[in-house]
């Protein structure tokens, strides 16, 4: 059975209230984990979903894109050869500038595109005035280009602290990091990234790609890992789609 956990801001806090106040009556300590941003809003910062706690075999695929020119394209062409029309694309807004094409082509394939930010850097290094200027310029580009504000958003290099995850919130984002990392960034070979996906893949789970041109064996394992996930029952969805009416996991930032 599906838990179901996103509430409104007033009302899940008059129902931290009840629940406080009976807690104390009660002399019950009380700790939540492990719960999805929603529920950030009163007494616990946001984190990042890295997974959804499901048995529904449910997968996203997500692809980072940040620079290049030759390697989106074989990528977005086996995902319509497979019939997969529902994956997640984190767009850069300077590579989307420069490749409105692309962007036209994403959108026009039905993906969902999230942000991943501006320049490409470790945001944790920066002020807090710089990380709302990095996602803020991100946000107004993406927007324009394909009339949707993205509500999404992975971190440069997956780099966050603190400080990132509650701007990104108050800028209205939730940050995506993933489960199972493809590591098609290392160019380890077409076998070992389909290996490193199908040997961690699982329900709920959020897979990390590239579609970067310094992955150059993406859109050769990708046709393997389809088939393959397919042939174990699973269903391509989103992002959203996943961790939308879900217990969705995260990680603690120290």
Not at 117 to 128: F, M
Not at 202 to 207: M, N, Q, R, T
Request: proline share 4%.
């Amino acid at each position: 059975m599906r838990r179901i956990y996103v509430v409104s801001a007033q009302r899940l806090k008059q129902i931290l209230i009840i629940v406080t106040a009976i807690l104390l009556t009660a002399g019950i300590g009380y700790a939540e984990r492990d719960t999805i941003t929603a529920f950030s809003g009163a007494n616990q910062a946001p984190q990042a979903i890295y997974k959804v706690d499901t048995k529904e075999k449910k997968i996203a695929l997500t692809f980072d894109i940040s620079w290049g020119e030759t390697r989106t394209l074989p990528i977005l062409d086996v995902l319509k050869q497979k019939n997969v029309n529902k994956a997640t694309m984190f767009l850069s807004s300077p590579w989307s500038q420069r490749h409105p094409e692309i962007v036209k082509r994403i959108k026009d394939d039905g993906f969902e595109i999230g942000s991943h930010g501006h320049k490409h850097d470790n945001y944790s290094k920066y002020s807090d005035e710089e990380i709302r200027s990095q996602i803020g310029k991100a946000d107004t580009v993406l927007t324009e280009m394909t009339g949707k504000k993205p509500n999404l958003i992975r971190m440069p290099n997956g780099d966050f602290d603190k400080r990132v995850l509650q701007i990104a919130s108050e800028m209205g984002y939730s940050v995506i990091q993933w489960d199972t990392d493809s590591k098609d960034w290392m160019n380890p070979g077409t076998e070992t990234i389909i290996n490193n996906v199908l040997s961690k893949a699982h329900p709920g789970d959020i897979i990390l790609m590239h579609a970067s041109d310094s992955c150059k064996e993406t859109h050769l394992a990708l046709p393997v890992i389809i088939d393959k996930l397919r042939q174990q029952g699973y269903e391509f969805v989103t992002v959203s789609e996943l961790i939308t009416g879900t217990d969705v996991k995260s990680k603690e930032v120290h």
